[in-house]
């Protein structure tokens, strides 16, 4: 716990507990040593009841004290000493100095920290007391040590991370308060404020819309809240009495999407996507990018982007994959890049071993964290709310749902035997030339809440290329719709389609599928079956968890641990951070030969090396050495 209102001493084997209404010292003075932390710069000084104020006050002037508080029911002085003043110097004069009964450091103390977050202990990795999680046992102690990093550090929000990922629910209650803010931006006035080139992009960016939302609309999709379980596992916000724990309790997330989680092939990004959201994240202030992703093939253009980031100082913290393969002899990129601000991560199991499904490389992988058990998942964070069915229909009943219009034929449901089902069409045998015929919802669907709208529908069509449309619309009013998708030509027999709105502004909303037809050739038109639209309720109800495994998830964790080291000392560079982070871990025989470090992360011995680290540059730039490493698609 930070004490910004009290200090706590052990004396003697008892707990004394002195209330002072005392005035926090910066973060920046606080020092820590071998033996115990305290405070830069300033003593407690205890003098003798029978000395009077002026007495006192020449005591403090010969070393140059300067009195910060009392207690004076115990004459406890808590003095500021002058900067080119060392404390063990000041201590040991004073302890000489007639009327002073004794003197010492302002020292920290601080309990073992277990943040008051009600499931903490389902995070085996930050602690693990070989307790059960999600069925799987653990190992006690095979976890990172974070309550004994805690003691020392608990992260800043002067720290920002950049997922790259499906998004981020930036309004979880989780995770809200750790979201990266562009200050140089005003939200929602349509302008490019700050000149970067993102129009409103207050919190992130989506790159695959295009758009300044980057939440993650993809729980029980194909993503699955892929990005929010990493952001959770990076920076939850903890002790708030809220859910869980991330490895840091402050920080600011930067969410990045590049995942298109509605396409036919889930869970894609494009070199593109990445590509940008690494210039972004580097030309906006990013001290470090987590990417939970990866795949086989060497590109040039995401070389550069890691390049780039190296050149800025900006840390590269990316999953080795999930194949189970050795990196060394069969790559995974962009992980396998040659730049030295990458630091990869290959996972293990709550049995403290190198988790079954994880990459590994004796040259090119440079660390592991835990990452979870392959079967059951057991890496427990933060996910979007559920994904909930807004509204549907298999048209097996009637269609009490829909009312129907058409200038010469209403639409109207039929059984087809290629379907199997029935189906509603546009029109019996062809349609008519100069149509406009539509169905539409016959109430307006409740969305009010509703974000990451996903409509499906079995669908087969022959429409005149270019000239007959059939248009999926929306409207608050049923006067003016707004398209959503537009189809024309002929289909590959039935098909399925997958089509979403990323930003649902509006509230309720009618539905509807409009035939319109030219005046020439005309075809069989459209048969439609299994309409569902679904969206993510944003309205948090507290169960908003879950559990994954991959080299995703070990990913995050490294990240964490780096923003603990940076937000302890902040003066590090790139390199350095990488330099603890590969020299502090556990050594582990299951590592052996098998990670450059051959251990596992331990945060504790990563933050007590960054107060203490000295500054070894040989002058050259960026990095620290290493392996580049970033995780393979889909590796939860």
């Given at each position: 716990m930070k004490l910004t209102q009290g200090f706590c001493f052990l004396w003697m084997g008892a707990l004394l507990v002195f209330w002072l209404a005392v005035q926090a010292a910066p973060a920046a003075e606080k020092k820590a040593t071998d033996a115990e932390p305290y405070v830069a710069h300033e003593l407690l000084v205890r003098i003798d009841a029978g000395m009077d104020e002026t007495q006192k006050a020449d005591i403090r002037e010969a070393i140059g004290g300067i009195l910060v508080q009392e207690i004076k029911r115990i004459n406890l002085e808590r003095w500021r000493l002058p900067?080119?003043?060392?404390?063990?110097?000041?201590?040991?004069?004073?302890?000489?100095?007639?009327?002073?009964?004794?003197?010492?450091?302002?020292?920290?103390?601080?309990p073992q920290m277990i943040p008051d977050d009600p499931e903490f202990d389902r995070l085996w990795y930050l602690k693990n007391?070989?307790?059960?999680?999600?069925?799987?046992?653990?190992?006690?102690?095979?976890?990172?040590?974070?309550?004994?990093a805690w003691d020392m550090e608990t992260g800043s929000r002067e720290v920002v991370i950049a997922v790259i990922d499906s998004g981020v629910a930036v309004d979880h209650p989780d995770l809200k308060d750790n979201i990266w803010t562009n200050i140089d931006e005003i939200d929602g006035n349509g302008q490019d404020d700050d000149a970067n080139g993102y129009t409103d992009d207050v919190c992130g960016w989506d790159f695959v819309n295009w758009d300044n939302n980057p939440s993650d609309y993809s729980k029980?999709?194909?993503?699955?809240?892929?990005?929010?379980?990493?952001?959770?596992?990076?920076?939850?916000?903890?002790?708030?009495?809220?859910?869980?724990?991330?490895?840091?309790?402050?920080?600011?997330?930067?969410?990045?999407?590049?995942?298109?989680?509605?396409?036919?092939?889930?869970?894609n990004a494009t070199t593109f996507n990445i590509v940008s959201a690494f210039f972004y994240a580097v030309e906006n202030g990013a001290a470090l990018i987590n990417c939970s992703f990866g795949g086989p093939s060497f590109s040039r253009a995401q070389y550069e982007a890691c390049e780039f980031a190296d050149q800025n100082g900006v840390l590269v913290v990316a999953a080795a994959g999930n194949d189970g393969h050795d990196n060394d002899d069969?790559?995974?990129?962009?992980?396998?890049?040659?730049?030295?601000?990458?630091?990869?991560?290959?996972?293990?199991?709550?049995?403290?071993?190198?988790?079954?499904?994880?990459?590994?490389?004796?040259?090119?992988?440079?660390?592991?964290?835990?990452?979870?058990?392959?079967?059951?998942?057991?890496?427990y964070s933060t996910t979007p709310p559920k994904r909930e069915v807004m509204f549907s229909d298999n048209f097996e009943s009637s269609a009490e749902n829909w009312l129907t219009s058409g200038v010469y034929e209403d639409w109207s449901i039929a059984f087809d035997p290629d379907f199997n089902s029935y189906v509603v069409m546009d029109s019996i045998g062809r349609y008519h030339e100069n149509e406009d015929a539509y169905i539409r919802t016959r109430q307006r669907i409740q969305a009010e809440n509703f974000r990451g709208l996903n409509l499906k529908f079995n669908i087969f069509y022959r429409l005149e290329t270019?000239?007959?449309?059939?248009?999926?619309?929306?409207?608050?009013?049923?006067?003016?719709?707004?398209?959503?998708?537009?189809?024309?030509?002929?289909?590959?027999?039935?098909?399925?389609?997958?089509?979403?709105?990323?930003?649902?502004?509006?509230?309720?909303?009618?539905?509807?599928?409009?035939?319109?037809?030219?005046?020439?050739?005309?075809?069989?038109?459209?048969?439609?079956?299994?309409?569902?639209?679904?969206?993510?309720?944003?309205?948090?109800?507290?169960?908003?968890?879950?559990?994954?495994?991959?080299?995703?998830?070990?990913?995050p964790v490294v990240s964490g641990v780096a923003g603990l080291i940076w937000s302890k000392n902040p003066d590090l560079t790139c390199g350095e951070v990488k330099q603890i982070l590969l020299d502090s871990v556990d050594l582990i025989d299951a590592l052996d030969g098998k990670v450059v470090s051959g251990g596992r992360i331990n945060a504790d011995k990563a933050v007590a090396a960054a107060?203490?680290?000295?500054?070894?540059?040989?002058?050259s730039g960026g990095g620290g050495g290493g392996g580049c490493f970033i995780l393979a698609l889909g590796c939860e």
């Open positions: 900067s080119d003043m060392d404390t063990e110097e000041a201590v040991s004069r004073l302890t000489q100095t007639p009327g002073v009964l004794y003197a010492e450091p302002n020292y920290l103390y601080a007391d070989g307790q059960s999680v999600n069925g799987a046992g653990g190992t006690p102690g095979a976890d990172i040590s974070a309550p004994e029980d999709l194909y993503g699955d809240g892929h990005g929010t379980h990493v952001a959770g596992i990076i920076a939850a916000a903890g002790n708030n009495g809220v859910g869980i724990s991330g490895v840091m309790w402050r920080a600011q997330l930067m969410p990045l999407q590049v995942f298109d989680l509605f396409e036919d092939s889930p869970f069969f790559p995974t990129y962009p992980a396998n890049y040659d730049l030295e601000n990458i630091v990869s991560v290959a996972a293990t199991d709550a049995l403290d071993g190198l988790a079954s499904y994880s990459n590994y490389g004796k040259n090119s992988v440079d660390v592991a964290a835990p990452g979870g058990n392959d079967s059951p998942s057991n890496i270019g000239y007959d449309y059939l248009n999926v619309e929306f409207s608050e009013d049923d006067i003016d719709y707004s398209p959503i998708y537009q189809i024309t030509g002929f289909s590959d027999g039935r098909e399925r389609l997958v089509l979403w709105s990323n930003d649902a502004d509006f509230e309720n909303f009618y539905l509807r599928f409009r035939l319109t037809s030219d005046g020439s050739r005309n075809y069989e038109g459209v048969l439609i079956d299994n309409i569902s639209l679904t969206g993510i309720n944003w309205r948090f109800v507290g169960d908003e968890y879950g559990y994954k495994s991959g080299t995703s998830m070990a990913t107060s203490s680290f000295e500054d070894e540059k040989d002058g």
